[in-house]
């Protein structure tokens, strides 16, 4: 039972460089999220996408751009990556927007030198 | 944004004891939901709560969602040493465009043997 899995676990960046956080569910989920943890500021949303072939901002989408490859992939892009950009992103799924009952991934580590 | 205020922030305590944890917000939610994190891993959901009034068990955790729709409460008995790791409550407003999670900030929980 894969459920969400994240690539890559760990990276790290110098500033300017850009990538790509890879996310792919098998659960069948219509809805996907990329979320990050920094200490002390719990979970914060970045970008969601409710269906196949929508995407929306979060909470703090400034610096990053997804994009919903598939009904299984939704891949996150820094494209000039930043110091302030540090930290542990989890991508999660559910079956559908209107439930809060999420799977998350194990975490991406990044950190931006 | 929208803020979920938990407590307390951290708790240390022997293990066996029963710990309390709750989160208040300033606004109603419709749906309350515990999750916890252990190291190095996702977040992995403990409870959901669709009801004010409700009061839910998953063994030896316990979580009621506030008649005023504005709090949650999670209880844990007869803690263990797996009990460690960080516990976020999330709340969700529903509805329309108020689908999105808001995390609290966590509570981080040590068990000592």
């Known amino acids: 039972n894969a459920g969400v899995t994240q690539t890559p676990k760990f990276q790290v960046l110098k500033t300017g460089q850009s990538m790509t956080l890879q996310c792919a569910q098998d659960?069948?989920?219509?809805?996907m999220y990329w979320y990050r943890q920094d200490p002390g500021m719990g979970l914060r949303l970045i970008y969601y996408?409710?269906?196949?072939?929508?995407?929306d901002k979060g909470e703090v989408p400034n610096g990053y751009n997804v994009s919903r490859l598939n009904k299984r992939e939704f891949s996150l892009r820094l494209e000039s990556a930043a110091p302030s950009q540090t930290s542990v992103y989890f991508c999660?799924?559910?079956?559908?927007?209107?439930?809060?009952?999420?799977?998350f991934g194990e975490g991406s580590r990044l950190t931006v030198l | 944004g929208q803020q979920l205020n938990q407590s307390p922030q951290s708790m240390f305590i022997q293990e066996g004891e029963d710990v309390s944890m709750n989160c208040t917000s300033s606004?109603?939610?419709?749906?309350w939901l515990w999750y916890k994190q252990d190291p190095g891993e996702g977040p992995v959901l403990l409870i959901a709560?669709?009801?004010?009034?409700e009061l839910t068990s998953n063994g030896r955790l316990t979580a009621q969602f506030g008649i005023t729709r504005k709090d949650s409460f999670l209880n844990i008995s007869a803690s263990i040493p797996s009990d460690v790791g960080i516990y976020f409550c999330?709340?969700?407003?529903?509805?329309?465009?108020?689908?999105?999670?808001?995390f609290g900030k966590g509570t981080l929980l040590t068990v000592n043997p």
């Open positions: 999660a799924s559910s079956i559908g927007r209107g439930t809060g009952e999420l799977f």
């Open positions: 659960m069948n989920h219509n809805s």
């Open positions: 996408s409710a269906s196949e072939g929508t995407t």
């Open positions: 606004s109603i939610f419709n749906t």
């Open positions: 709560l669709y009801k004010a009034g």
């Open positions: 999330a709340g969700q407003k529903g509805g329309g465009s108020n689908y999105k999670l808001t």
